[in-house]
């Protein structure tokens, strides 16, 4: 379930981006960039394609993401100072959280 507890874990986390690439969990987006339209990858960015063209938050260089994992049917990007959660089940409901 995603609440106040676990929104504090993945911040914890992720409060630092991993030195390996690998560590952040990127190929979890990877997958659902394939398997949806709800991202994309565009260059070294990662456009959400459910979050307004105008929101600062619609394209995100890659290097900017710390973590991704996936909780309780959402996938969580986790940045700096907010987290992006991406619905599984419906691929067009986006919630974001801001630190």
């Known amino acids: 379930m995603i609440n106040n507890a676990t929104i504090q ?3 914890t986390t992720y409060a630092t981006a991993p ?3 690998e560590d952040r969990g990127l190929s979890r987006l990877m997958d659902y ?3 949806t339209a709800a991202i994309d990858f ?3 960015r990662l456009v959400f394609n459910t979050i307004d063209a105008e929101s600062p938050l619609h394209s995100v260089e890659i290097e900017r ?3 991704a994992e996936e909780i309780d049917g959402w996938l ?3 940045l700096p100072e907010a987290i992006i959660f991406i619905s599984r089940k419906d691929l067009t409901t986006t919630r974001i959280h801001i630190k």
């Open 9 to 11: 874990r993945l911040y």
């Open 19 to 21: 030195q390996l690439f």
């Open 33 to 35: 960039a394939f398997d």
């Open 42 to 44: 565009d260059g070294d």
């Open 65 to 67: 993401i710390h973590g």
């Open 76 to 78: 969580a990007v986790v």
